[in-house]
């Protein structure tokens, strides 16, 4: 498709310019009237494709620029909500942003975007471009604000919805960072042991010629195992973690591995509840912003990131496509617990569904921050009585044959 060159006006008098995909001159005249732009001069060129292919600066970019991040998005979300709700048009806000964004590889993107636009595009149908950067569910409310004339309200609704996601993966992390670190030096030590320390003891122990304890045999033995087929097992335990990533990434693994994961001790009803709690509040927008329940179902079900809830959620899309409640769907799902399922039988019938699914998505997070909060408390006792079974069996296997030939020289 060619392009060309224009300049022209905004209708606040400000002189721009640019290039811009069309099919003729009349046609790029058009997409610029439709974006309020006056165009003073148009003219056909091939600089900017030439520019993409052969600008050192852009080969840089593809190779060396870091990666969109979340809090790339997030950021922009916000800056675009308070430059549309002070009046300032859309592409004289993506401008700034250009200008003010740190990351090169996302400054690309709002350049690519502005293009789009100027090229008569929806701002969704740009967004679709660059996948890596808008989720579905981004793109989705993105659709829906230019639909509804609310895009300002849509881009602060998804800066609050990002916000959310990162403080809630932010206090995962940092509450799973002690436990993490005393098990990695606990597996550290215990190799180190069976490498270094018990052959030591071993060479001691068969100049005794004694018969040595159970415990010591088994440990002997583990050493024995430990190097001679140290790289067999290291090669066994990573074959086994990338058969693991391969079956969890396949359709029926991921469904079994997303339901499992929701059911062990400790952790799992964090993964239930902020799964829960992601769901919810991606209903109350997507009703909020004037999309149908069964569609909004859909939306959800895409942005879910647990397979099995994402089967519950269009499992309750198909029933209400078959015109079943919300409710009789809720149930049918067995996913929600009675207090949930009553708030949403008592929004159904009051048409108040989107603000208590709100509630419920704020009820949720509340239980997954005291559960965060509480995590390395709980974790702290099993790790206690790891770190005092590795003690027992050392002090039983080590020292008790040294306590033995003691009793000997006594007597």
């Not at 471009?129 to 004339?149: D, K, L, N």
């Not at 859909?298 to 809830?309: I, L, M, P, Y």
Request: hydrophobic share 45%.
């Amino acid at each position: 498709m060619p392009r060309f060159a224009y300049s022209g006006r905004t209708a606040a008098g400000e002189k721009t310019e640019g290039i811009l995909e069309a099919d003729s001159a009349s046609d790029c005249a058009s997409s610029l009237l439709k974006n309020s732009i006056s165009p003073l001069d148009i003219r056909e060129t091939g600089l900017a494709e030439r520019r993409d292919a052969k600008d050192p600066k852009n080969i840089e970019l593809s190779l060396f620029a870091p990666s969109v991040k979340a809090i790339d998005v997030q950021l922009f979300s916000r800056q675009l909500y308070t430059l549309m709700r002070s009046g300032v048009p859309i592409l004289r806000s993506f401008n700034g942003l250009i200008e003010s964004t740190s990351n090169a590889a996302f400054a690309h993107v709002i350049r690519s975007l502005k293009e789009s636009l100027e090229a008569g595009r929806d701002l969704s149908t740009a967004m679709r471009q660059h996948p890596t950067a808008f989720s579905p569910f981004y793109i989705a409310m993105v659709r829906v604000g230019e639909a509804t004339g609310r895009l300002d309200e849509i881009f602060l609704q998804m800066f609050n919805h990002l916000e959310f996601e990162r403080e809630t993966r932010s206090r995962i992390k940092e509450a799973l960072r002690y436990p993490s670190f005393v098990l990695i030096a606990m597996v550290v030590a215990v190799a180190i042991i069976n490498v270094f320390v018990i052959p030591a003891f071993a060479k001691v122990y068969a100049g005794m010629g004694a018969e040595l304890p159970l415990m010591t045999k088994i440990l002997m033995e583990t050493s024995r195992l430990t190097i001679t087929y140290g790289w067999y097992i290291v090669a066994i335990v990573f074959l086994s973690i990338m058969s693991f990533r391969l079956w969890k990434s396949s359709e029926s693994g991921r469904l079994i591995w997303d339901r499992f994961k929701m059911r062990i001790p400790i952790t799992g009803s964090i993964v239930l509840k902020s799964t829960l709690a992601r769901f919810a509040r991606t209903l109350s927008l997507s009703l909020k912003s004037g999309i149908p329940a069964a569609q909004a179902l859909s939306v959800v079900a895409e942005v879910t990131d647990n397979a099995w809830v994402a089967s519950r959620v269009e499992q309750m899309r198909n029933g209400i496509e078959r015109g079943e409640s919300v409710l009789r769907t809720a149930q049918t799902a067995a996913v929600f617990n009675p207090i949930v399922l009553q708030m949403i039988a008592v929004g159904e019938e009051t048409g108040s569904i989107d603000e208590l699914m709100q509630e419920v998505a704020d009820m949720y997070e509340r239980e997954v921050d005291y559960e965060i909060k509480t995590l390395a408390a709980r974790i702290e006792p099993l790790i206690i009585v790891a770190m005092g079974g590795i003690v027992l069996v050392l002090a039983l296997g080590v020292f008790l044959p040294m306590w033995d030939m003691g009793k000997h020289a006594i007597h």
